[in-house]
């Protein structure tokens, strides 16, 4: 399954879960018992799709997207191992040092 489908999957996910926190709302204000809840159905909204919780299935969907669409270079460091495709042709990352005239080692 590639991040794209797995994103979709997440979000499907989201949406039920805030339909189960809705269906919950419901159930209990026609009982009259929501008291006894508490905020659980806020707790269930959190989790689904909340922007401030880094774990919530939205953030975890973004992450997906942003992680599998094609990021500009200036974004990924040039050192790192990972972005070998952002180095020059032929070369391995090593600064020629230049030497001075008198400076051969000798």
Known sequence: MDPG???????????????????????LRMSGIESRSGDDSETIRRIASSDSYGGSL???????????AEQPCWTQPLTSPKNQKFRP????????????????GR
């Open 5 to 27: 489908e797995r994103a979709a999957v997440l979000r499907r996910a989201e949406s039920l879960l805030n339909e189960a926190a809705d269906l919950m709302d419901e159930a």
């Open 58 to 68: 939205r953030n975890l969907a973004r992450d997906l997207e942003y992680g599998s």
């Open 89 to 104: 042709e032929g070369s391995n990352n090593n600064i020629a040092l230049r030497r001075f005239p008198g400076e051969d």
